[in-house]
């Protein structure tokens, strides 16, 4: 079944605590991406990535970091956590935009992050 | 950068009414505009789109339509029913360069039919 994965689905933890949330897709994606939900604020991107060892900044990235070592594994690490960062995140995945100049993103089931 | 406003936030409908959301853009390079619907608990998911070079597009009961002198875009839904209960993200994306391609999402809008 083509999807995207993420994991934990659900975490709670403690500010400056290290913690890496895991994003997979098994359809051979080029673009992977995270964004962040918060009530009222949309979705909001944190980084992108346009294929393996390629990543930018979306529009909200103080605070984490990525890294893209395979095409199907895209994780966002947040190094010293803290509770502005506290929300419900989303990776998503689609082809290359620069073969079409448009993709349908396929998100993950999101996670749940709390920091106290 | 870019930036897309949505509205309404909230809007109630009684079933087999028509509601329409509007977004704005602030890039006209923008080509490309999803609408993305996320039920409660849910991923958001694709349910239309339309690129710049098109001003409407229909799939049964929905349709979106692109103004890009004015720079918004609209999804209708007609003859709604309660399962459209939803959020619902418009979306605009640009193609720039070959290091950059963004999708910025409006704010959303939680539709409501009542029964």
């Known amino acids: 079944e083509a999807q995207v994965t993420q994991n934990p689905r659900y975490l709670i933890t403690v500010t400056g605590k290290k913690l890496t949330v895991t994003c997979s897709q098994n359809m051979n994606h080029e673009y992977m991406s995270w964004y962040r939900q918060d009530p009222g604020l949309g979705l909001r991107q944190i980084y992108y990535s346009m294929n393996v060892e390629v990543t930018d900044k979306g529009d909200v990235p103080e605070g984490y970091k990525v890294s893209r070592k395979e095409k199907r594994n895209f994780p966002l690490i947040l190094e010293s956590p803290s509770p502005n960062q506290t929300s419900l995140y989303f990776c998503?995945?689609?082809?290359?935009?620069?073969?079409?100049?448009?993709?349908?993103?396929?998100f993950g089931p999101g996670t749940r992050l709390t920091v106290l | 950068g870019e930036n897309v406003e949505q509205h309404p936030s909230t809007l109630s409908v009684q079933e087999g009414d028509s509601a329409v959301i509007k977004c704005t853009y602030s890039?006209?390079?923008?080509?490309?505009f999803p609408w993305y619907k996320q039920e409660l608990g849910k991923r958001p998911q694709l349910i239309i789109d339309?690129?710049?070079?098109?001003g409407e597009k229909k799939d049964q009961r929905i349709a979106v339509t692109l103004n890009k002198t004015a720079k918004h875009f609209s999804l209708h839904i007609t003859e709604t029913q309660p399962e459209d209960s939803a959020v619902y993200f418009c979306a605009a994306s640009s193609v720039l360069g070959d290091s950059s391609y963004k999708l910025i999402f409006g704010s959303g809008t939680r539709l409501l039919v009542r029964p």
């Open positions: 998503a995945s689609s082809f290359s935009p620069w073969l079409a100049g448009y993709n349908e993103q396929f």
């Open positions: 339309i690129r710049s070079n098109v």
């Open positions: 890039d006209s390079a923008s080509n490309y």
